[in-house]
């Protein structure tokens, strides 16, 4: 059993509107925020882009979801499907890890 610190989730109009664009449900974004294949520095300042894969062999896609931390909550800013397979830019996943992990256990 995983014991983790939460943050409350709080989800943009911006958000709520792609994500019904796109078909996402909350359930498939807060899995990319629980365990995300990539993460990488967000275009707005103080930003991180989560990624999962998804689709098919024949149909890949990713989906992205933009995320801003503050003190007590993660503010979803926007989630989108993305066709076909992006290339990674930076890797800013080990960076999140060893601060989540640093707040964790402090």
Do not use: C
Request: aromatic share 12%; no cysteine; net charge positive.
């Amino acid at each position: 059993m995983e014991i983790q610190k939460s943050k409350n989730i709080f989800w943009t109009k911006h958000s709520k509107g792609k994500m019904y664009f796109y078909k996402l449900s909350e359930s498939q974004i807060k899995r990319i925020l629980r365990s995300p294949k990539r993460a990488e520095e967000g275009v707005a300042p103080d930003t991180i882009a989560l990624m999962q894969p998804a689709g098919s062999r024949k149909n890949p896609y990713e989906i992205w979801v933009m995320v801003q931390d503050e003190k007590n909550k993660r503010k979803i800013i926007s989630a989108w499907r993305y066709p076909g397979k992006t290339k990674p830019k930076s890797k800013v996943l080990s960076d999140i890890l060893y601060n989540e992990f640093n707040e964790y256990s402090s």
